[in-house]
Structure formats: structure tokens, C-alpha cells
């Protein structure tokens, strides 16, 4: 992988900070685009990408802001599990929708696998 100054990822770190100057204090990325097929396994190459962003974000904000990250439901139970362990390194406040939010076995089994909160439901076209 290209280092880091060089990709669009740890563009993530220098954008917060004109934010957090304008007032922000919380920020949610998806940080492994694209969205579809529906669940996908993540690559390493993917999973060091999403590292870099997040190192990057955190970095620049250090404890003033927080992180969530959002995935819209697009990974495998094991990529979520895998991109979960990044995402505790960096204190993320929630991994909102790791998996798709029907299979809720899946859901509940990334959620057991990490002390990082699971959100979920922004997607629920129902009651």
C-alpha cells in the first residue's frame, strides 16, 4: 500500500481539524466504500486502508472529538469482526450496522466478539 500522505484515506485527519474549528465534535465515516455485493469479505489491503483513515482521524482530533464509523451492513461476520478489532485500537464511540441488519444472529455474533458498540436500525424500513 501507498504510504499514508499519499492516499485519500489520511485526508481524513487534516479535513476534521478545519471541522473541529468550526465546532464539531463527533464524526461518522464509512470508511470502505463500495457498498454492494451484500455481505462482502474485506481484503487486507481494505483493512489496512481503513487503519490508516482511522489512525489519521484520531490523530488529528486526539480525545476532543468522536469517532463513529458506519457500514451500512455490507460485511461478512468475519470482516466485521476483523475491521472491529481496528476500530478499537481508536476508542470509536460505535460500528453501526456491521452486517446486514436482517441477519440478527450474525449481528449479535460480531457484536459478542468486541467491546465496541453495536448500532443498528438506521436502516429499518419498519416498525
Known amino acids: 500500500m501507498r504510504s499514508c500522505e499519499r492516499t485519500r484515506t489520511c485526508m481524513a485527519g ?6 473541529v474549528d ?10 470502505l466504500p463500495p457498498y454492494v455485493p451484500q455481505p462482502r469479505e474485506i481484503s487486507l489491503k481494505e483493512l489496512r486502508y481503513a487503519d490508516a483513515g482511522f489512525k489519521s482521524l484520531r490523530d488529528a482530533v486526539g480525545d ?17 469482526i476483523r475491521l472491529a478489532k481496528i476500530l478499537k485500537k481508536y476508542d470509536v464511540l460505535w460500528f453501526e ?11 449479535a455474533r460480531a457484536a459478542r466478539s468486541t467491546s465496541v458498540p453495536i448500532a443498528t436500525g438506521e436502516r429499518l424500513p419498519t416498525k
Open 97 to 107: 450496522e456491521p452486517v446486514p441488519l436482517e441477519n440478527v444472529d450474525e449481528l
Open 14 to 19: 487534516p479535513a476534521a481539524l478545519k471541522l
Open 64 to 80: 476532543v472529538c468522536d469517532i463513529g464509523c458506519g457500514t451500512h451492513g455490507q460485511f461478512t461476520t468475519h470482516s466485521a
Open 22 to 31: 468550526l465546532g464539531f465534535t463527533l464524526f461518522k465515516l464509512d470508511p
